[in-house]
């Protein structure tokens, strides 16, 4: 439900008569107008950024799609009580994620508050893996990016394939990234430096991977 516009309008005896007529709550929040149904207890804003489209599901059903501006409020939360509020991410671009996209919102009366989501950017990078030698990587080598960095916050892990090769998928923004190479007590190390070496889907970047630790 959202607010109700009602026009009536009549002419007698040569006499124009118009009357609007307005149901629902015109509220401003953090300097923005929103025309909602009336609030009897709370709401909330979603915020995703750059305008993204996507359907926001309050306890499990869904009640409306962000605009171009990226947002929705959504009405009818109950007061002190947790109300759970989602984002449905399937229609977001497949390189472009979101982190925080569930909410469990405890609004008081007739109160709101905005839930916003962060963007944060996948990059998929082909490349290939070779020894100091010029050897492709054995296949199973496992490699990593650097845990603990932007670049791999979930500290995933890939598999080395066929002639050294293996798809990366790197987080954030990161411009220099290393890779790091493990197979039984061996180790090594690459670096990929994006500023110079766009990502490429098609053509494997060969990036050499230089011993850090063997098995004595």
């Known amino acids: 439900d959202v607010t109700r516009l009602q026009l009536d309008a009549s002419h007698t005896n040569n006499n124009n008569a118009a009357r609007l007529t307005a149901r629902g709550s015109l509220i401003f929040h953090e300097g923005t107008p929103y025309l909602t149904q009336k609030i009897n207890n709370g709401y909330a804003i979603v915020e995703l950024p750059d305008g993204m489209d996507a359907t926001v599901y309050l306890d499990n059903r869904p ?22 509020i989602e984002v449905d991410i ?9 982190s ?5 919102v405890v609004p008081a009366r007739s109160a709101g508050s905005t839930l916003s989501a962060k963007k944060r950017f996948s990059t998929g990078i082909l ?7 010029g050897e ?21 892990v890939f598999v080395v394939g066929h ?10 923004d990161s411009e ?9 007590n061996a180790q090594c190390r690459a670096n990929l430096d994006l500023n110079t070496r766009p ?9 050499v991977c230089a011993n850090i630790s063997s098995a004595g």
């Open 90 to 98: 399937r229609n977001l671009p497949l390189q472009q994620t979101v």
């Open 136 to 156: 492709a990587l054995a296949l199973g080598t496992r490699i990593q990016v650097t845990p603990g960095t932007p670049a791999n916050d979930n500290n995933d």
């Open 163 to 172: 002639n050294g090769q293996s798809y990366i998928i790197l987080q954030g």
């Open 100 to 104: 925080d996209l569930h909410w469990n």
């Open 127 to 133: 490349v290939r893996l070779v020894d100091e030698s």
């Open 176 to 184: 220099l990234v290393s890779l790091q190479a493990t197979r039984g």
């Open 63 to 84: 009640v409306g799609t962000t605009g171009k501006d990226g947002k929705f409020l959504v009405s009818g939360l109950r007061a002190f009580e947790n109300n759970k």
């Open 199 to 207: 990502p490429s889907l098609h053509e494997p970047e060969t990036l």
